[in-house]
């Protein structure tokens, strides 16, 4: 057994092997990047209108000319004749000011008779003319390294043209239920059947830090269908996760399995409650992690294990620093093993909330929090200062 401060150092070491990968654009929301960007382009590309109405040389308005519409230019298309003294253009938001035009007059402002332009209020020089290069110069640095990437970044990176990112990679991750007991949603129970939470929970908790499962399947309780599920699609993940079987009962038959495909062990069994059975270890190339079947361990083994050690393979810091809030309730449990409960926080102080057993999940429609409680203290008392793991605001 290992304590769950060495089991986050085994995860913490492991997730510092990050690999990147060059994704397109559209795929890199909630990723990080793993390289620089430099802008390909000056954006605006072109010096263009900012107004429906009408472009024109400057000088023209000082020397107070009536102007001749010469063209019209509409967003899309090349501006062609250059101006003269004298000549106006009409033109649109987002089309090219023509060459020797600097400024553009808004169309409420002129009157136009016959063909002719005249200026019905003041204009200052390069009104309404958005210039080439203004937001950003071509070469100009738009991306550093180790950026999240939010849908506003990729919007912003998007008006450059730009196609494609190196980010790190989001590590492929696979799920294998056991349990001869589960029953996905939608059929009917027999009274001795539960349904399955635990696949459902994982496939929402991962879709929440930004990524999609390889896979989510059951395996029935017996050796050699979990051996050939392990074999058959262990290479197709870099993570495969379990839940069920990891216990000690005679139908958990998961240890044994991963012993005899010699899956390398870094831990078994955490001295914690819930997630005592917590395994982690490695097959080749893909990381295994073992949790238990109890739906509030997997929770927890998610939130305390499993999300931070992803979300570092994907360049986010998230093994973070400890935090600490003040207990509002009393609570006894028995010495030897560290206890995460659920925990509501707020403004550093925790309320630890009814239900704590590993089967019952009615607490995480409240709880934001794990308060944890050290192995060795029985009596947890009102002032108390504990860690707590916020996993919500
Ligand atoms: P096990 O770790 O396989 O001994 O399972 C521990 C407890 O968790 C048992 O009461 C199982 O019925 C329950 N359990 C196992 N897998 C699931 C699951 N996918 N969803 C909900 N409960 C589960
Ligand atoms: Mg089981």
């Not at 038959?253 to 955490?270: A, H, I, T, W």
């Amino acid at each position: 057994m290992t304590t769950h401060q060495s089991a986050i150092e085994v995860l913490k070491n492991k997730s510092k092997h990050r690999k990147t990968e060059i994704l397109p654009l559209a795929k890199c929301l909630h990723l990080v990047s793993a390289d620089e960007v430099f802008a390909p382009i000056n954006v605006p590309s072109f010096d263009n209108a900012a107004m429906d109405g009408y472009a024109f040389r400057f000088e023209d308005f000082l020397n107070e000319l009536n102007l001749q519409i010469i063209n019209e230019i509409q967003a899309g298309t090349d501006a062609l004749l250059p101006l003269k003294k004298g000549e106006a253009a009409r033109i649109f938001t987002g089309a090219p000011i023509p060459e020797n035009g600097d400024t553009v007059i808004p169309q409420e402002d002129v009157l136009v008779e016959n063909g002719m332009l005249k200026f019905q209020k003041k204009v200052n020089k390069n009104a309404n003319v958005r210039q080439k290069g203004t937001q950003t110069q071509k070469g100009t640095l738009i991306l550093k390294k180790n950026t999240k990437i939010t849908a506003e970044y990729i919007g912003f990176l998007a008006t450059f043209g730009i196609a494609e990112l190196e980010v790190f990679a989001p590590p492929k991750i696979g799920i294998i239920t056991t349990g001869k007991e589960l029953v996905k949603a939608g059929n009917s129970l027999e009274n001795y059947q539960i349904y399955d939470s635990n696949s459902v929970f994982l496939t929402a908790a991962f879709e929440e830090i930004g990524l999609k499962l390889s896979f989510s399947i059951w395996v029935d309780d017996n050796k050699n269908e979990l051996k050939n599920a392990i074999q058959e699609n262990v290479e197709k993940v870099d993570v495969l996760i379990f839940t069920g079987g990891i216990s000690v009962g005679d139908y958990d038959f998961l240890k044994p399995v991963l012993d005899d495909l010699d899956v390398q062990e870094s831990f078994y069994r955490v001295k914690q409650k819930p997630g005592k059975p917590l395994f982690f270890g490695t097959l080749n190339n893909t990381e295994i992690f073992a949790l238990p079947g109890n739906p509030s361990a997997v929770v927890m083994c998610f939130h305390v294990y499993l999300k931070p050690f992803i979300k570092e393979k994907m360049g986010i810091e998230s093994f973070t620093k400890k935090e600490f809030g003040i207990l509002m309730n009393e609570y006894i449990k028995k010495s030897g093993l560290t206890h995460f409960v659920k925990a509501f926080v707020e403004n550093n102080k925790v309320e630890i909330l009814n239900n704590q057993l590993s089967y019952q999940m009615d607490a995480y429609t409240k709880a934001n929090a794990f308060a944890i409680l050290t192995e060795n203290q029985e009596h947890f008392q009102i002032g108390d200062k504990v860690e707590v793991i916020k996993f919500r605001n």
